[in-house]
């Protein structure tokens, strides 16, 4: 069958349907999809870039005239890619734009150019932490500085959150690093509290709260709703590997904490990695379903390709999902 894709690209694109040979064998084949912009991955320039089709995957193509050719997969699934751009809609952006960008791929935050309102936004109250793992996308302790706004710096974000027009974002989430270094936190919590946000959550990796049932309640009074945890899985194994050491004893003792606190909403976030613990889905499905008093969604991501993880590892952690029918 032959289907429109609705973004910005104009162009028929087939469909491949189940149980035919034609169709297997189109599948094989490379289609062009469209033309776009990304950035190359060294030096951040804008450069060209190419979304096609091949063997029932969508590929992202890009090439950079200093650094060469750069290939991803950008999804799995072209069918399911195909079923995403027919529900794209382009919004109409923020009446009241924080910044006018020069270049909104890399100074974006928000401005004119961006479609979009905000829904959840993320503030990183610092890029400490008190680990070290071998998986951290934010690069905790890497960068050789310390990010870290001050109260007044985040009541201004929260702030200009609270003001965009026409629709104000009305859910925050403190990350980092790790937001719970911070000793502060219960006043962010509340200052977002004061401004009317209806959702405050924090991403945490627990350690702080499994070792502190105490910090744990004041998040709690002064206004967090989320917990939003680091959870790689059942047992020590996976957390050998992506924390460098067995966090699975404080991943249990920060849920508990959090129950004694009257923090009632979890939510378990498992980092996916390839023959590391995506055997482990069911599992982690059924010990939060046994615990649904605290424990309220599973959010599994899969291992972000930036920061600390080596390059040449990325096609053997690379994880590649399928859609059942
Ligand atoms: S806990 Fe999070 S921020 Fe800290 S090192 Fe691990 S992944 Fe990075
Ligand atoms: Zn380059
Ligand atoms: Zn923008």
Redesign the pocket.
Known sequence: MTSKCTTDCNLSINVVSKNSETDELNKKQRLHIKNTISLCPECLDKIPAEIFTEDGSVYLSKYCSNHGTFQDIYWSDFELYNKFCQSHVVGTGVLNPAIKSENHLLDCGLCEKHTTSTILANIDVTNR?N???P????N?KRSGFIYEPNEEQIQNMLLMLRNQKPVPCCAVQFS???PTVRDDLPELISMAKDLDFLHIQIAT?GVRIAKDVEFAHKLRTAGLQTVYL?FDGIGEEPYHIT?GFNAFPLKNAAINNCRTAGIASIVLVPTLIKEVNDHQVGNIINFASERLDVIKGVNFQPVAFTGRIDQTEREKKELQFQIFY
């Open positions: 932490c680990l070290n793992c998986v951290c996308f934010a905790a980092g690093g790790e990796n680091s924390r």
